[in-house]
């Protein structure tokens, strides 16, 4: 198991499979806030869905809205189960704190995969991963 | 952390204010946080983004109306514009379905003590900070404004922020609440000629296509009125990012003059007109007043549609602030734009109103009107002068 120690944007814990990208999301206009999938034309997670995902990303980008689209997700059972980012931008930040999704940044993302199962302690900022 | 927070504070944030002052002032801590602000300072004015059922959807209206539940706004609150004219939207062809909606958002805002005005211009109407003052705005060409024209100090807050400042009285220190964070960093010689309010737009496009968020200062422009830099404001806040400028000789901020220094040309603006021109528009919709037309404005649109007629299958929209609207109406303006057949149209604007599909080309002197007509609703724009707009509302 690997952990890295991070800062917590918003508390909670979860474990999950990862979902990773290394382009920034965009939740207004990029995710459908009714089924969770990326619908952004040419990002590398376009038609995967990030509902009960661990969602990795550098950062958010984008329509201050895009904190509402987190938060119809979470209405809509269809939200990460956390994020982790580099550098959450104010749009997640926002989005995480609404919705109360577990986020933690400040976290060397390259060093996730998609797939792996991923630990998140917000609280205390420490994403695990499982080998 | 080095967050300092006062007892008040502290109070709020274990839940003793209430359940939306707390979500509220985890917002406001948070954002504190992530940007390494030392104390959270006190704001005296707020303004609201995301008010558009277009844009929040259904579960932006469900959040609001958890926030209205038990959040009260503590400083004073007004809001952006809505998808509609909230009295006549009917006329201009909006469905019943979303007038619910959109008044169901509005009625949310009002429950927790906002002031429903529904402008993009909230300093013209009534919410008007002085130099110096920390306030949490959201609506860049309102940012943009009050930082640079005004002299008040605000970030480029979003919907939710905005109103957790609303709900707590509160915002974090950092950003252009900081006396270093406000320097100009890119200098702009302007030499080309500044006449119409679209120039002003153009100009605004001209260095925001540029910037990249640099703050700029521009030397060069010899006057411009409040309706011009409004549409300045709108323009360079659209296509750069820029929350705040320095105009020599007209904005009031102090700043050390960069040393770089860009010069802007006629050909500049050209450019900008031709890439805001799509040839083959078919110009069906005019909307004049992005941002909301001042009374001036509206005066002068007034006089120049007097005893005239639009011409059929063309739909024109005057875009302002609902207490400019009444002004208008009691001047007889409303009466004359409306026996032309063209709309005075209160609290929206062509940008969040439900559009798409409903025309095929816009005519507009806005800059930013263009940026969202064609991203937004997929409509072929012109940008002209005001006077242009309406000429060719009555061709």
């Known amino acids: 198991m690997t952990d890295f120690q991070g800062r917590k944007i918003y508390k909670g814990k979860a474990e999950g499979v990862a979902l990773v990208t290394a382009v920034d999301i965009s939740f207004y206009g990029g995710v459908d806030p009714e089924t969770g999938e990326v619908v952004e034309k040419d990002h590398p997670l376009e038609g995967k869905s990030v509902a009960g995902k661990v969602l990795v990303m550098p950062s958010g980008k984008g329509s201050t809205v895009g904190s509402y689209v987190l938060y119809a997700l979470k209405k809509a059972d269809k939200a990460p189960l956390a994020i982790i980012n580099r550098e959450t931008d104010p749009v997640i930040a926002v989005g995480s704190i609404i919705s109360e999704i577990p986020t933690v940044d400040n976290i060397e993302i390259e060093k996730i995969k998609s797939g792996q199962r991923v630990e998140v302690d917000a609280d205390l900022g420490i994403v695990s991963i499982h080998e | ?395």
Not at chain 2, 315 to 334: F, H, N, Q, S
């Open chain 2, 1 to 395: 952390m080095g967050l300092k927070l006062t007892d008040e504070e502290k109070e709020m944030l274990e839940g003793k204010h209430g359940k939306a002052t707390q979500k509220a002032i985890e917002i406001i801590t948070t954002l504190g946080e992530i940007y390494g602000a030392g104390r959270l300072i006190p704001v005296t004015s707020v303004q609201i983004a995301g008010v558009s059922y277009h844009n929040l959807g259904e579960a932006g209206l469900e959040y609001l109306s958890e926030m209205a539940v038990d959040g009260r706004a503590r400083v004073l609150t007004t809001l952006n514009p809505a998808g509609m004219d909230m009295l006549e939207w009917k006329k201009h062809g909006i469905s019943e379905d979303f007038a619910e909606n959109q008044q169901r958002v509005v009625d949310a805002f009002e429950k927790m003590g906002v002031v429903t005005t529904c402008t993009c211009t909230p300093y013209l109407i009534g919410n008007l900070p002085h130099y110096g003052e920390h306030i949490a705005w959201a609506e860049s060409s309102a940012v943009c404004f009050s930082n640079s024209v005004i002299g008040a100090r605000t970030n480029r807050e979003g919907g939710p922020s905005a109103l957790a400042s609303s709900l707590t009285g509160r915002t974090a220190e950092y950003g252009f609440h900081l006396e270093k964070n406000r320097q100009a960093q890119v200098g702009y010689e302007i030499r080309a000629k500044l006449q119409n309010t679209d120039d002003f737009g153009l100009l605004g496009k001209a260095i925001g296509d540029r910037t990249s968020k640099q703050i700029p200062y521009i030397t060069g422009v010899a006057h411009a009125t409040t309706d011009q830099l409004r549409s300045f404001c709108a323009s360079i806040a659209t296509y750069g990012g820029v929350a705040l400028f320095h105009m020599e000789g007209i904005t009031p901020n102090r700043t050390a003059v960069p040393d770089i220094t860009e010069s802007v040309t006629d050909d500049d603006l050209d450019k900008a007109r031709s890439e805001l021109d799509d040839e083959a528009a078919e110009i069906d919709f005019i909307s004049v007043g992005c941002p909301h037309a001042s009374i001036g404005d509206v005066a002068r649109i007034a006089e120049m549609l007097d005893g005239k007629q639009v011409s059929e299958g063309k739909t024109v929209w005057i875009t302002t602030a609902k207490p400019t609207k009444d002004v208008a109406i009691k001047m007889g303006y409303y009466d004359k734009i409306e026996k032309a057949g063209a709309y005075l149209v209160s609290d929206a604007c062509c940008a969040v109103a439900p559009l798409e599909g409903r025309f095929k080309g816009l005519m507009t002197d806005s800059a930013k009107a263009c940026f969202y007509a064609r991203g937004k609703n997929k409509f072929d724009i012109k940008i002209r002068t005001v006077e242009e707009c309406i000429k060719e509302a009555l061709s």
